[in-house]
């Protein structure tokens, strides 16, 4: 049972324009979301965070919004770049689990010029 | 310098072959972590440990287990490997809260 999905396997937009990533979970314990973006042949690398307090939060081109009645948050980049093509995981913890991470299956983004 | 460091890179063994894979972090977190990312690309948690606790999946094998000389190292041993550990395994370490990972490079393990 996969308490966060990650709806969209994969995602293509053009350069310049807005992608919008999508993540939805089951746990309404889930109070801190987390984003993260992986290159091939790499580790995932943190993108940007969420408490369940906020229901957005801005750094630079990369804007998360949660909506805790509907149990979804979302990623925007804008403008949306080359280098931004990359699989993007959403993840969520609850301190009732130690902040353990639950892991979404991710999203291929794919930038086209 | 690498925040989280993990060694080989590449492991290619046969079946029933016992192999470790270490990993290293310099970034003071007190919790690390290993991860299997199967075929399908699921990052799944295998184990998270700090110096009071070791949290196992159930769902991993006894074949693995970790081991940690010092609060920077977390090592991952596997004995009897089988075809289907085949995978990337990925480091990581964390402080509890935020708990915002940092990742190694990750290990594709070969099993043939």
């Known amino acids: 049972d996969q308490q966060v999905k990650q709806n969209s396997p994969s995602l293509s937009v053009q350069e310049g324009r807005i992608s919008i990533l999508n993540c939805d979970y089951t746990?309404?314990?889930?109070?801190?979301f987390l984003w993260y973006k992986k290159y091939p042949a790499e580790g995932p690398t943190f993108l940007i965070s969420i408490s369940s307090i906020k229901d957005k939060n801005e750094d630079g081109r990369f804007t998360v919004f949660l909506n805790k009645s509907a149990k979804h948050l979302s990623l925007h980049i804008v403008p949306s770049q080359p280098g931004d093509s990359a699989v993007y995981f959403c993840?969520?913890?609850?301190?009732?689990?130690?902040?353990?991470?639950?892991w979404g299956a991710g999203t291929k983004l794919i930038i086209k010029p | 310098d690498t925040a989280v460091s993990q060694t080989p890179k590449y492991l290619v063994t046969q079946m029933g072959n016992d192999k470790s894979i270490k990993c290293e972090q310099n970034l003071g977190h007190d919790t690390m972590y290993w991860y299997k990312q199967d075929s399908k690309k699921f990052l799944k948690i295998m184990f998270s440990y700090n110096n009071k606790e070791l949290i196992i999946n159930e769902t991993v094998p006894n074949r693995f287990s970790p081991k940690s000389p010092d609060k920077a190292h977390l090592n991952l041993h596997i004995n009897s490997l089988e075809l289907g550990d085949s995978a990337v395994y990925f480091c990581a370490s964390s402080q509890v809260f935020p708990n915002i990972q940092y990742f190694g490079a990750g290990t594709r393990l070969s099993v043939l």
């Open positions: 746990n309404s314990m889930f109070d801190y």
């Open positions: 993840a969520a913890s609850d301190m009732d689990s130690n902040y353990q991470l639950i």
